[in-house]
């Protein structure tokens, strides 16, 4: 799957005709593209997103599939999209038991897809569904994975604006240079979606991780339609999208090296306690005065505990990785040519 | 196919290169001329850790004409450390050697290091005892590196940096290879318990292209050496690596309790300092306890691991 392990060249000249044949055979039956829509309580639009999504996709002229994941609604999205099934075979359903969220969304509606080709589009996004064959045509371009870039945005200013702050964080860390990674709207190959490892919230890292992994990831303008945004109630969403920064940080740069990571903030601490305290060390034994009542012994005591407790953790994860992680690969490879 | 050919080849030589497009043809030229005239079967193993030249244009030409070559081709950089693992997954040789893509190695060495290897090593490395390099940014901090490896790791090695190594096809598919690791193999193969030898070997300037060493990589060195220091000594039992900064924080907090109940019992100290004093010694008390922590969290780690048992070891039976 991941690697071709064939001679281009050699292969294409011992099966010609018959490769000939194969390609003519599943242009007419195979589907090529799968839609994935993660969708809860849109009763009232399931129709509409629908007829978009064909309309757009017929016209594109790729076989396809549209796999709406019913994320537990409450009201009678299920029952929309059951009617819309019943006469279309192309669409699939699936529902989940509880509320799972948007990555085990794209995990499940994987599990079930038919295509090379997957789109994940996200129904709370509210891109234009009839647009998601531009990136489709983007991918033809050449590029591996697409994302949607959400312009002009019609959702509140704060998740405008802490989006921005997001992106921004992102291009600083990852050198990719995306206007709107976390647009949870994505065009890519299957290929891609299985080469890498995502779960809990992580799909929102994806075009970060594909790129970590070499493949060429792009973006495509895509207009936002007006709607009734879901606006966070809590506070705790917009620190957790904080703390996600921490992950796209470490995820890229340090998670198969952690001593390498948590060495560094380790050994300056460590250092600057046994620094303050040979300091003090030196004052008492020098004769300047008594040191029990310095609050500096106890500062340098716990930086150097600290620091030591950091590499400490570092080199547990070190061992993790020694022993747990044997299988996993750093590199990703293109081709394989020759013998 | 693959399981076919398994037996059959002798040696697998793997490169890793990137943009070295002016040197590839060369380095093809150089090592077929040596093997053929070596006469033992082998293939050639050529990763190219995402060249941005036409390195592998090149290399993909080659190896139409070229039955023995292998071209594996990444999609990105993915570094040093990850080409070595690319080649030594798909290698399927006997013997396993490794060189550079710059031409500094000579292939000629090739047959000469597998050879040392019938004396009984799992791993013979070469050593660059006449380095053609530059002194003070290039020989200077390997000398000081390599004492430092020699030191920490005790694998007795006077050049752990030479690209050009033979291994035993075993020993290879047993290391792990992660992040910057490439540095250490012989000190990862000791882990696993292999034998290691040494062999001087050739060295040239430098042709073509331009070298991608630089001197800032020196911290991830130090990481990694203790990392390394810590796998080869206390990876079957990490609580005795914990347990000694248990010990060392507890006796610390132990000699505060000492001082502050000395202190207290002859009215040594004014109130500011037992304050202080008694906080020290939770701290320390509490460092103490953490790291005790940490090492019992270390050993289901290593207990829930991959077997350990698995180590190189050599078996013999003796009569019938």
Redesign the interface.
């Given at each position: 799957m991941a690697t071709e392990l064939q001679?281009p060249?050699r292969d294409a000249d011992l099966f010609a005709p018959d490769d000939g044949h194969q390609s003519n055979g599943r242009m007419s039956a195979e589907v090529q593209v799968s839609v994935i829509v993660p969708v809860f309580n849109i009763a009232g639009e399931a129709a509409v997103i629908y007829t978009d999504l064909c309309t757009s996709l017929e016209n594109y002229g790729q076989a396809f599939e549209i796999i709406f994941i019913d994320d537990a609604s409450t009201d009678a999205t299920w029952k929309r999209l059951n009617e819309i099934a019943q006469k279309d075979p192309r669409v699939k359903l699936l529902r989940m038991r509880s509320s799972f969220g948007e990555t085990a969304a794209l995990q499940a509606g994987l599990q079930h897809a038919q295509g090379e080709r997957i789109i994940f589009a996200a129904a709370r996004v509210r891109v234009n569904m009839r647009a998601l064959p531009k990136l489709l045509r983007k991918m033809d371009e050449g590029h591996d994975l697409v994302v949607a870039w959400r312009t002009p945005r019609q959702d509140s200013g704060l998740n405008r604006l802490v989006s921005h702050a997001f992106n921004w964080m992102v291009e600083r860390f990852s050198h990719l240079r995306l206007h709107d990674i976390n647009s949870s709207v994505i065009a890519t190959q299957r290929e891609v979606l299985e080469n890498i490892v995502f779960y809990g919230n992580l799909n929102i890292f994806i075009p970060i991780l594909a790129a970590r992994?070499?493949?060429r990831v792009t973006e495509e303008k895509i207009e936002q339609q007006n709607g009734a945004f879901r606006q966070s109630k809590y506070v705790s969403e917009y620190i957790q999208r904080l703390l996600d920064i921490i992950t796209v940080i470490y995820l890229t740069r340090y998670s198969?090296?952690p001593?390498?990571f948590l060495?560094?903030f380790g050994m300056i601490f460590t250092v600057a306690g046994v620094v303050m305290n040979l300091y003090l060390f030196g004052y008492r034994i020098l004769g300047f005065g008594?040191i029990?009542?310095?609050?500096l012994?106890?500062l340098g005591?716990?930086l150097l505990?600290i620091g030591?407790?950091m590499?400490?953790?570092?080199?547990?994860g070190?061992?993790?990785?020694?022993?747990?992680?044997?299988e996993q690969?750093?590199?990703?490879?293109?081709?394989?040519?020759?013998? | 196919m693959a399981k076919a050919d398994q037996k059959e080849i002798f040696c697998s030589i793997v490169v890793p290169v990137m943009n070295e497009e002016e040197n590839v043809r060369l380095l093809h030229e150089a090592i077929t001329r040596v093997m053929l005239e070596w006469g033992r079967s082998y293939?050639l193993i050529i990763i190219d850790d995402?060249s941005t030249d036409r390195t592998f244009d090149i290399?993909?030409e080659i190896?139409?004409h070229?039955?023995?070559?292998?071209?594996?081709?990444?999609?990105?950089n993915?570094?040093q450390?990850?080409?070595m693992?690319?080649g030594f997954e798909?290698s399927r040789g006997e013997y396993v050697v490794t060189l550079d893509g710059d031409l500094q190695n000579d292939p000629v060495d090739i047959p000469r290091v597998v050879e040392k290897m019938q004396e009984g090593y799992d791993i013979v490395s070469g050593w660059r005892k006449n380095r053609k390099d530059k002194f003070l940014i290039r020989k200077v901090p390997s000398k000081i590196a390599n004492r430092l490896i020699r030191k920490t790791t005790r694998v007795d090695l006077h050049d752990t940096g030479c690209s050009l190594k033979a291994y035993r096809g075993e020993v290879v598919h047993k290391i792990?290879l992660?992040?910057?690791m490439h540095r250490f193999i012989p000190a990862l193969a000791r882990v696993e318990g292999a034998r290691i030898g040494e062999l001087v070997v050739n060295h040239h300037e430098r042709k073509f292209g331009k070298s991608k060493y630089n001197l800032s990589r020196t911290?991830?060195v130090i990481?990694?050496l203790?990392?390394l220091n810590?796998?080869l000594k206390y990876?079957t039992r990490?609580l005795h690596?914990?347990g000694g900064?248990t010990v060392f924080?507890n006796g610390l907090g132990f000699a505060s309790l000492m001082?502050l109940t000395w202190?207290w019992s002859q009215n040594h100290?004014?109130e500011?300092?037992l304050n202080?004093?008694m906080?020290?010694t939770f701290?320390?008390f509490?460092?103490g306890i953490?790291?005790l922590l940490?090492g019992l969290?270390?050993n289901s780690?290593?207990s829930?691991?991959?077997k350990r048992d698995e180590r190189l070891y050599e078996f013999k039976t003796y009569g019938n």
């Open positions: 001679n060249i992994k070499g493949y198969k090296k001593l390498h060495g560094f008594g029990a009542g310095r609050p012994l106890l005591a716990l505990v030591l407790q590499i400490s953790i570092g080199l547990i070190e061992m993790i990785i020694y022993t747990h992680a044997r690969k750093e590199y990703n490879i293109e081709t394989v040519v020759g013998a | 293939e995402g290399l993909h190896s139409r070229d039955p023995c070559l292998r071209v594996v081709k990444f999609r990105c993915f570094g450390s990850a080409a693992a690319a798909q792990r992660y992040g910057e911290f991830k990481m990694d203790m990392t810590v796998l990876l990490p690596f914990f900064l924080f001082a202190g100290y004014v500011d300092e202080v004093l906080s020290l701290l320390l509490a460092a953490n790291f940490y969290i270390a780690v290593v829930t691991g991959e």
